[in-house]
Every structure is written in C-alpha cells, then in structure tokens.
C-alpha cells in the first residue's frame, strides 16, 4: 500500500475516475470538485488529496484542507472526505489515512486537526475527541471532532 497525493499524481485522471466511483454523495462532491478544479475555492489554499492504493486500485482517499463545512470557524486544519472502498473495510485503511494526514501536519507544526461528521464512535478509535456540535454549510448540523497533535498524543 502506498498513499499518493492527488495533485501530484502523474495520472490524475485515473485517481479522479476512480474517486468517482466511490457511489457516496462526499465521493461525487469531490470529484466534481476536482473535475472542476474548485476544490481550493472551496476548502482553502493548498488542497492535499490522500489516496491510500494498491497498486492501480483506489483503496480510500481523503482531504486535508484549511477549512470544512463547519464556517466561518477558527479551527484548521480539516481532514475530510473520509472514504474506504467497501471491498478494502475492515482493515483499518482509514486510521492508515489519518495517521498520514496527521504526519504532515504534525511536520507543519499545526498542534490539532479537526474532522466534522455526522458519525458518532468512529474517530473516537482513531484518538479524536468529541468539541462540539457546529452548524455547517448544509444548514444542518455536525459533530467537531479534534485531535491534538503536540507530543503525538491525542486529547485528553
């Protein structure tokens, strides 16, 4: 398993097509998003797109971005778009993808990371601690969660 950044990915049609996939609505939203190359316009400067693969299949992807749904907050960074393939669940591909999004913002010196969902005890075994619940750009509402990042531990 290797993890490549989108925005330098040679064949980034081939990672785009299969982000498209995904047949889940965040999925299509960043394929558009990066079909129409308005995923910075959206998310903030400098949007890192994270594909965990096996050789030419797409296993999972997420974003790390400035900003999420949960706007205007000062709160960043985001990791986002938190996919795993249905045939590649069950292996902790996910944590794969957030430990490697935590890295780079660990070497950025960033001391949190935050997520916004609607799901309740997934990123709980990932180290995330529940912050509070936020409005989103949806007009609804989704939990914030955070991980602190100086010493490499989680909140606590």
Not at 76 to 90: A, C, D, Q, S, T
Not at 135 to 156: N, T, W
């Amino acid at each position: 398993m290797r993890i490549l950044l989108y925005h330098e990915a040679e064949d980034q049609a081939h990672w785009l097509a299969q982000i498209g996939r995904s047949g889940w609505a965040g999925g299509n939203y960043l394929h558009q998003l990066l079909a129409d190359g308005d995923l910075a316009a959206v998310r903030g400067p400098e949007p890192r797109v994270l594909l965990l693969c096996e050789g030419e299949a797409l296993c999972g992807f997420c974003t790390l971005t400035e900003t999420d749904d949960i706007q205007p907050t000062e709160l960043h960074p985001w990791i986002g778009f938190v996919f795993v393939f249905p045939e590649w669940r069950g292996r902790r591909l996910g944590g794969q993808l957030l430990t490697h999004a935590e890295a780079i913002c660990r070497r950025e010196g960033r001391e949190a990371v935050y997520i916004a969902t609607g799901h309740e005890g997934l990123y709980e075994r990932y180290g995330y601690s529940f912050l509070c619940e936020a409005p989103c750009l949806s007009g609804g509402m989704e939990r914030v969660y955070r991980k602190l990042l100086r010493g490499g531990g989680a909140d606590a």
